[in-house]
């Protein structure tokens, strides 16, 4: 697909593309990939910008090659940045995780959204509140090894307390291989 410097597509746009041309379902995707369909619907939308993990696996699941997700992505969001378009700053990703975490029931004690907060306890409150197909906003604001030093600060070495969610994040977030050994490891 040649790319017109002036009318760049979304990486929705070309994973839409090629469903068409090889006749897949937004179902049959999400089943390939092992991720929700309205997760891969609001990517098609242009709501959800894709996180490496996932475009990894969209890639191998649409026949294209390695990178080719994470690349439309960025040189649409480059794009977009050229033409002005609004793409949210970090302030306001941290806000929008605040009024997730808000409404899922964290910071209750807050009135109205605590914009003083500082990074760590943002995380904290959006790893113990946030849905998991919520989870991937955070990395779009700090890496990896930040968001899994704070996990393992605050809520591992909570040790027994947290090891339901414990687990969950240990598998489904950080990728641990053996999380049961991980958490007896760095939990008190």
């Not at 996932?54 to 890639?59: A, E, G, I, N, Q």
Request: with cysteine; glycine share 6%.
């Amino acid at each position: 697909m040649k790319i017109d410097k002036h009318n760049v597509p979304s990486a929705g746009e070309i994973i839409k593309a090629r469903l068409n041309c090889l006749g897949v379902s937004q179902v049959e995707l999400a089943s390939r990939c092992g991720e929700h369909v309205q997760t891969i619907s609001a990517i098609l939308r242009g709501k959800r910008e894709i996180p490496i993990p996932l475009s990894v696996r969209l890639d191998a699941a649409l026949g294209l090659d390695p990178g080719s997700v994470a690349l439309a992505q960025t040189r649409y969001l480059v794009d977009s940045e050229m033409r002005g378009k609004k793409i949210p700053d970090m302030q306001s990703r941290r806000m929008a995780i605040l009024e997730l975490v808000k409404a899922a029931g964290g910071l209750w004690s807050y009135q109205g959204i605590p914009e003083h907060l500082d990074d760590d306890s943002i995380i904290e409150a959006a790893l113990v509140h946030l849905e998991l197909e919520d989870m991937p906003m955070l990395f779009q604001i700090w890496s990896k090894s930040h968001l899994k030093r704070v996990w393992k600060e605050r809520l591992v070495s909570q040790g027994k307390r947290m090891n339901i969610l414990n687990y969950i994040l240990a598998v489904k977030i950080f990728g641990v291989s053996n999380p049961d050994k991980y958490l007896d490891r760095y939990g008190n």
